[in-house]
């Protein structure tokens, strides 16, 4: 017989702004109100659905990395900068905190510094500005996620006007975040101001954000214990003969998770399985353990194995399947294995017993 115990384990945002070229006979050497209209301009962004695994860890990109908004519209609002050499400046500052601490490379640039807190715990959110701040502005350090400072000092033959805005946002998980459904609701994120004008643009941002995993019932086990058959001693002719092999399954209830086609996000169910009740591991690449307590039969361990009968690492993170939104069920099977030679395979009682910890990637 083999018995299960259930171990259950806890397991950016980017200011893009268009710039258009226009004529202007007289140069301010600053930056103004289009036509006199003063704003500021409001930037409301929609960032949709979005799902994060529960057991992923500190720094992972929650959905798409630096997806691209927009063009979101200014409402007709506009702002001209022109200079003739003097330096004008622009900064994009962050009206709420930054997460502290250490991120890992986003492709590769460092987000340390410019992961902003949203709304939700755990939550975080990096936004750089459209590739157009590039060709115009000079970054201050060479970055174009907010907070930025840039400038221009150099001659202007055209004006350059600010009104629309594309966003590249990735969204970065910072710490836990609680089970289900968050609303994203940060009414003032960030927001811009020129060289003349102080108060230029503000930016909402709004969306989901969804933590995908299951739930575990108080039997998720098929058979607890797994009946592993009867089996006369005559059978284990020669070490490595394996028993036919019992299926079982471990049903997850109540999963979350991302239901579109194509999938934005693929939530992975993971098991890790570690002897325990007096069974050890004998060879944890073959998904083998010793006999536990209350075994009086020798010369044999028992097995753990995929439902296509390949063996299950013991001690380690095993990515299973993915998990389906409702109902998922992760198939096993367990046998008998001979490990001593005939003469050495004792009849009697076999047990063992394993503890398991499902986690989602």
């Known amino acids: 017989m083999i018995s299960s115990k259930t171990l259950l384990g806890s397991l950016a945002f980017v200011v893009a702004s268009a710039f258009a070229p226009l004529a202007l006979a007289t140069a301010p050497d600053s930056c103004y109100w289009k036509n006199g209209n003063p704003g500021p301009i409001s930037y409301a962004i929609n960032a949709g659905t979005h799902y994060v695994p529960r057991d992923v860890p500190r720094s992972t990109p929650i959905g ?13 609002l506009a702002i001209d900068c022109l200079t003739t050499g003097p330096r004008i400046d622009f900064w994009a500052r962050n009206h709420v905190p930054l997460v502290p601490g250490i991120f890992d490379p986003v492709n590769g640039e460092d987000i340390s510094g410019k992961v902003l807190k949203t709304n939700i715990d755990g939550v975080g959110v990096v936004v750089k500005l459209s590739p157009q701040y590039d060709l115009a502005w000079t970054s ?79 039997n998720p086990v098929s058979a607890d214990p797994v009946d592993l058959g009867t089996w ?107 490990t001593a030679t005939p003469d050495l395979v004792e009849a009697g009682i076999a047990k063992g017993s394993l503890s398991f910890t499902i986690t989602y990637l």
């Open 64 to 76: 798409p990395v630096f997806k691209r908004y927009g063009p979101v519209n200014g409402g007709g």
């Open 232 to 338: 006369n001693l005559s059978e284990f002719t020669a070490i490595d003969h394996s028993t036919t092999p019992e299926p079982f399954n471990i049903v997850l209830n109540a999963c979350r998770a991302d239901n579109r086609t194509p999938p934005e996000t693929i939530t992975y169910a993971h098991v890790r399985l570690d002897p325990t009740a007096g069974s050890l591991i004998h060879d944890a690449a073959a998904g083998q353990f010793t006999l536990g307590t209350g075994s009086t039969a020798k010369g044999v361990v028992m097995q753990i194995l995929h439902d296509d009968e390949t063996p299950i690492q013991l001690a380690s993170e095993v990515r299973l399947k993915a998990i389906n939104p409702g109902t998922t069920t992760l198939n096993f099977k367990a046998r008998l294995y001979q």
């Open 140 to 218: 201050a350090n060479g970055s174009s996620a907010v907070p930025y400072t840039a400038h221009i000092q150099r001659y202007m033959p055209n004006v350059l006007s600010h009104s629309l805005m594309w966003p590249y946002i990735t969204f970065i998980k910072t710490g836990d975040i609680a089970p289900g459904i968050h609303q994203l609701n940060v009414s003032n994120l960030l927001g811009g101001e020129f060289s003349g004008v102080s108060n230029a643009f503000n930016v909402s941002l709004t969306g989901t954000v969804i933590q995908a995993e299951c739930t575990l019932s108080a």
